[in-house]
């Protein structure tokens, strides 16, 4: 089963840049980032398939790259013109088993979840 290992959270002021890293153990179809605020359901940010079709939330567009790396397993999210209301944890997900579809990033896609990242967005 593939792990995920997520890195690169933490505080931000309003305007910043994070880079969010996830190491995969393994190839997946699609490996995703997703985010969960206090209080709000977990939600899509962003997917990227294994042949670098991607996928991006309407809050994320414009902002937010995703990249992957196949030989080493890496994808990476480039979050710029960070938001308050961009706080969060953040989690990184693959899916094993091909049910994700290209012009979307649904957590009901994504079989196998990491850790979680806290990244808060404060002055």
């Known amino acids: 089963q593939v792990q995920l290992v997520e890195s690169g959270g933490g505080l931000v002021q309003p305007g910043g840049s994070l880079r969010l890293s996830c190491a995969a153990s393994?190839?997946?179809?699609?490996i995703g980032w997703f985010r969960q605020a206090p209080g709000k359901e977990r939600e899509g940010v962003s997917c990227v398939s294994s042949d670098g079709d991607t996928a991006y939330a309407d809050s994320a567009k414009g902002r937010f790259a995703i990249s992957r790396d196949n030989a080493k397993n890496l994808i990476i999210l480039h979050m710029n013109m960070l938001k308050p209301e961009d706080t969060a944890v953040y989690y990184c997900a693959a899916d094993t088993l091909g049910w994700w579809s290209p012009g979307r990033c649904s957590v009901r896609d994504f079989q196998t979840w990491g850790q979680g990242i806290q990244v808060t967005v404060s002055s």
């Open positions: 393994h190839s997946a179809y699609a």
